[in-house]
């Protein structure tokens, strides 16, 4: 299971993109078993200040992801046209993982929130994203989230 494209310029071994996979689908789950996003969208509209603080830490977020994929991009047209670098739903998908991981981060907080609970979510995304730190540390320090103790990836 590997991907066409990395956003870390270090490869996960086996275990770590199991586990990332295993990472997304959790991730995924909480996000919609738990209508994060009308909550989170409910909490930003009853505090305004809330609410900007989150759009410019999202902002940085989006930036930071649009850096990244720039970066992949091939200098060269030839490069571009035989199809190397990242295609276009990959950008999309990964700024809507990227989203749900910076609600849900958010989310854990309790609320009302704080300007240190966005900074907290703006550098777990960044590091979920493999942006900011190893990746490789990142899926390996989900394990115990993940799987059960007596259960190890194969």
Do not use: C, N
């Amino acid at each position: 299971m590997s991907s066409a494209f990395s956003l870390s310029s270090s490869a996960l071994d086996d275990d770590a993109r199991t586990l990332s996979v295993l990472y997304r689908r959790a991730e995924s789950d909480a996000f919609h078993q738990g209508d994060v996003d009308a909550r989170m969208r409910a909490a930003l509209a009853d505090d305004p200040a809330l609410d900007a603080q989150v759009q410019e830490a999202w902002l940085r977020v989006q930036s930071r992801l649009a850096e990244a994929f720039q970066r992949l991009v091939p200098s060269t047209q030839r490069d571009r046209k035989a199809g190397k670098g990242p295609l276009q739903y990959e950008f999309h998908h990964t700024a809507s993982v990227a989203r749900q991981s910076f609600l849900l981060a958010l989310s854990r907080h309790d609320a009302p929130h704080t300007p240190t609970d966005v900074e907290a979510a703006e550098r777990f995304t960044l590091r979920r994203l493999g942006l900011d730190g190893d990746p490789q540390a990142f899926f390996d320090s989900q394990r115990a989230a993940l799987l059960p103790a007596s259960q190890d990836i194969a």
